[in-house]
């Protein structure tokens, strides 16, 4: 079973579904043009993907903070592989 605070996202997952659904079969008849139909998804679909991944990580819960050289490989914002620094990676959501 899943948790309650994960029943309210799903359901608010779905809300924002059909909403951008909505979007689409009512732009359609309306003659709407595809670039605004377009940037009206895209601006629905950023909050969609926020709520999912957020609702993944409570899924998952804190997870594994990693080994101590782990840690020293990530100070600064960089991490190493055989002593070459590596871009940290960032989500399209900011997590």
Not at 14 to 19: E, H, I, R, T
Not at 42 to 62: M, S
Request: charged letters at 20%; aromatic letters at 8%; a negative charge.
């Amino acid at each position: 079973m899943m948790p309650p605070e994960i029943s309210q996202d799903q359901s608010k997952v779905w809300d924002q579904l059909a909403g951008l659904w909505a979007e689409v079969v009512t732009a359609a008849p309306a003659g709407t043009a595809a670039h605004e139909v377009e940037r009206r998804l895209f601006r629905g679909v950023l909050p969609l993907g926020y709520d999912l991944l957020g609702c993944f990580f409570r899924l998952v819960g804190p997870g594994d903070g990693g080994s101590p050289n782990d840690a020293e490989r990530w100070a600064g914002g960089q991490a190493t592989e055989g002593g070459t620094p590596t871009a940290l990676s960032i989500g399209v959501w900011g997590c």
